[in-house]
């Protein structure tokens, strides 16, 4: 369904992502980190369809849509390190504490912190170009926003 897609995405010089493209990449990648546990939960869930109605302004039936077909593009998607690269390729640099942040939320919303998503996140935030010290703060404003 979507090969032209991750085939274009995974380019040794990809170009930039069209907006509705990065949405779909940067929502695909939500659920990667939701599912690094092995469980993907109604919290989860609905803290992906919270994140991308807000920072989309999608209506909820758009946002659910967006995670659906983010579910289907993160299970054809290539290996976490290409797809996070050409993610990063996407997204400008200023945005990336703001993607890191979402992920975190997204980890944080079970309630719990599983160390195969703690390795996830420390593995995309360094593809992202964040640091360990950028990760932990985004991790720590997560929680503040979430009550965690």
Known sequence: MFNDFLSRLIQPEPKPLA???????LTALLVRVARADGHFDPDERARIDRIVE????????????????AEALEAEAPDTVRFTRAIKDAVPYDHRFAVVEALWSVVLADG?????????????????????????????????????
Request: aromatic letters at 2%; zero cysteines; charged letters at 35%.
């Open 112 to 148: 719990s912190r599983d160390p195969e998503e703690d390795s996830l996140l420390r593995l995309v935030s360094s593809l992202l170009g964040l640091t360990d010290q950028e990760s932990a703060r985004a991790r720590h404003s997560a929680q503040g926003q979430s009550g965690a």
């Open 19 to 25: 907006d509705e493209d990065a949405r779909l990449a």
């Open 54 to 69: 807000t920072r989309y302004g999608l209506g909820a039936e758009d946002a659910v849509a967006l995670r659906k077909d």
